[in-house]
């Protein structure tokens, strides 16, 4: 296959490949000597680094054994490998997204309602958590993982937050003061945006560029993210952002102001 791959769908799929295997207890080198491939070839596979051919996809899931649901769900990966506009995963699968943030220099997100994980206070969290109604006893272990998960995540070498006022509610006060001090990191930057009606009408999104001018924008949908690399689409949003931006930035300078 020699036609340029959407980059959230090979990464997708490359993760899938992966999980097939190590859920197996199959160790990378060892797989590949059974499969008759190199270690890097596979390695690239699970990488994104080169996309398999059909019939070397399926001959890896026949090696495994995978169940008909297992087979469905990869080769369906692998057919929009070549897709331009769009491919979807569960809400509750932050994997794709973790491995964009490793391959982008850029990120531009949009948070009208919650403060991005990244950016969180324990405070902030913990109050999310209670909102939602999540188990007194299960609090506690989510903020453990989402530290884990903090300590395990690549940043982009660039990023630029926009916050509407009513993401920052939950703790006000304490996610307010980490704001201030995060935005000391040259490579973040991060702005609150004023809650107009125009405002509370744009659902949050995410825009990611890679190394070759690479764009593709993440949104949730449903109980799903929807992830798009489609040229005018992606142009929408970045002229979105670009308004949204030019709000925050006038906010900012009347506060700064105001202060002075």
């Keep these: 296959m020699t036609t340029p791959k959407s980059l959230p769908a090979l990464l997708a799929f490359s993760s899938a490949l992966r999980a097939v295997r190590t859920d197996r207890e199959q160790g990378l080198r060892r797989f590949a000597d059974k499969l008759g491939v190199s270690a890097q070839t596979l390695s690239n596979w699970e ?33 929009q490998l070549d897709s331009p506009t769009f491919i979807e995963i569960p809400g509750t699968d932050t994997s794709l997204q973790q491995k964009l943030d490793e391959f982008a220099v850029r990120v531009w997100e949009w948070a009208p309602h919650t403060v991005p994980e990244p950016l969180q206070t324990v405070e902030y969290a913990r109050a999310i958590l ?20 903090q300590l395990d995540r690549k940043q982009p070498r660039c990023r630029t937050v926009l916050l509407s006022h009513a993401a920052l509610a939950p703790a006000p006060e304490s996610q307010l003061h ?6 000391d990191r040259p490579q973040l930057r991060i702005m609150l945006v004023p809650v107009t009606g125009t405002v509370r009408t744009i659902e949050p999104f995410t825009i990611y560029e890679t190394d070759s001018k690479a764009f593709t924008v993440a949104f949730p949908h449903h109980d799903n993210v929807i992830f798009v690399s489609e040229r005018n689409l992606v142009q929408s949003y970045r002229s979105t952002f670009k308004k949204l931006e030019r709000e925050a930035i006038d906010h900012v300078d009347r506060r700064e102001g105001m202060r002075a």
Aim: charged content about 30%; aromatic content about 6%.
């Design 130 to 149: 209670q909102r939602d109604q999540t188990p007194l006893d299960d609090v506690d272990v989510e903020l453990f993982l989402r530290q884990a998960r």
């Design 47 to 79: 990488t994104g680094k080169r996309a398999p051919a059909i019939d070397e996809v399926a001959h890896l899931l026949g090696f495994l054994r995978v169940s008909p649901a297992e087979h469905q769900r990869v080769m369906r990966l692998w057919h």
């Design 178 to 183: 980490a704001i201030k001090t995060m935005s």
